[in-house]
């Protein structure tokens, strides 16, 4: 009997469309990549040639992702087979929009409870803004050997569904940024205690549950709904993600119609077809490519390991005292053990010998591996590192060392996941005499924060340099960014220890996205009590 071969429907369907050749009298504009025949060889110099011709719309044969009855159809059942979902939906603008629809799909009555792990992505915190949701908010654990924060304790969920028994569901990031995460059915078993769903952001671990050496996935260990960014770990183009449900806990006619709202009406094709290639690359060949990636990866931290100058964040480093019990075989963590190179010095210098990291923060170098990882990507790599090593104290790079380094990791002062346990405050809610309360995190469980679309107004703001911020409450985003996790939320009290952070991001010269001025030079705070109340009389 022949094998099976795996399908990609609408892969296929795309082949088929570039093979006809028809003549096109429907957007998009470029007609196949025509428009630019006169310019290049599209053959040979234009490097979107290929995308272009495969480029379609909806017409008969493509179907339609927001009334899926074909291809598209199929390829969205084909995937939710595979990664063990009960419905998989195709998503073409990241795992923000996954987030987005699962909060507006729990969250849809203004002023609903989510409880929200506190270091969530800034998508997360749109999609509460855009419901007019509370988030109470759930310190995560920090590791105690590398300082890095992973997901709430069971007993930190277990207090807030006791505190919050309204709370519409819990909403976690797993794994972080670092490849760290725990055993997720705990949680999932307390919120279905509690009759509500638990919604991952697994968008740097669609690959687990994979191959029998990868970490669990989500949804084998009960969450009702997982984002997933194929593109970031597996093999989909940049934007092509997939959010999995199952279960009865989550509206999926209402997870439809909020899909309709957040992505756009024109998706493209190719990050679509890519998300059903991918599938079908990993059904037909996933254990096989999956085997020599971990290879590869093994191979590389046994070769680190030799080398003196950098350092590893491995599992078990921290005994008892471990925040994490799983670590993603393909993400490797380097740390220059040496104390001579900050992460973004260490970065600069890797980038410099031709190898571009995942992210830095001022400790961690993050290089995220996958089935498309080589020999020759690992071999160039250490090739690097032993410059880097060769080089020693004389090394010098861009990135300066604001503050000194030191060996041990988990003694460096900040991380951009790191959560401090001095009192964190919400959001201030300013009502129409724009009064302000502060909210404060109390065993790990903080008080209702309500987020809203609404505008402060410009003359309740005023911007101070970020030396004369601590004690003041932050009156825009700070998120450095990767990974795009907020060390500010507007309305937070700005602590010394903050205010100490977003110095040493400045003189790391840290990318940091939601504030206006890119230097760190200045924050957007909002004015005083007494600054406010001058505000209001003068109006009168």
Known sequence: MAEHKPRAPLYEALVHY?????????????????????IW????????????????????????????????????????????????????GGSTVGNLALILSVCTAP???????????????????????????????????????????????????????GAKGLLVTHPNHYGMGTQLQPLAQLCHDSGVPLLVDEAHGAHFGLHRQLPPSALAQGADGVVQSTHKMLTAMTMGEMLHVQGDLLDRSLIRQRLTMVQSSSPSYPIMASLDLSRCLLQASGEKLFAQALDLASQMRSEIRTMKRFGLVELGASGVSAAYSIQDPFKVVLYDAAGELNGYALQEALEARGCIPEMSDERYVVLALSVGTSQQDLNRLLAALREITAAGSGLTTGVQLACSAVANPSESNISTWNIFESPVASQPQLNAQHSSQNLHMTANVSTPVLFSLQPVAAP????????????????????????????????????????????QLRNFKAKCQGVEDFSLRTISVYQSTEQRREHRESER
């Open 41 to 92: 060889d599209i053959n040979e110099e234009m490097a979107l040639a290929g995308v272009m011709k495969i480029d379609a719309t909806e017409i008969t044969g493509t179907d339609d992702l927001h009334h899926p009855e074909g291809v598209i159809l199929e390829a969205q059942q084909l995937a939710a087979e595979y990664f063990g979902a009960a419905e998989t939906f195709f998503l073409v």
């Open 18 to 38: 570039r093979k006809r050749k028809d003549a096109s009298f429907h957007v998009p504009g470029h007609k196949d990549g025509q428009a630019y025949l006169d």
């Open 460 to 503: 309740l703001i005023e911007r101070i340099p970020i030396e004369e911020s601590a004690g003041r409450q932050a009156a825009e985003m700070v998120i450095p960014y990767p990974p795009g996790i907020p060390i500010l939320y507007p309305g937070e009290w700005i602590t010394n220890e903050i205010e100490t952070m977003l110095l």
């Open 111 to 165: 002023g609903d409870v989510l409880l929200v792990q506190r270091n969530v992505h800034k998508s997360v915190i749109h999609g509460l803004m855009l419901a007019g949701a509370n988030a109470v908010f759930l310190s995560p654990q920090l590791d105690a050997a590398s300082g890095l924060a992973t997901i709430p304790s069971v007993e930190t969920v277990r207090e807030a569904l006791r505190r919050y028994p």
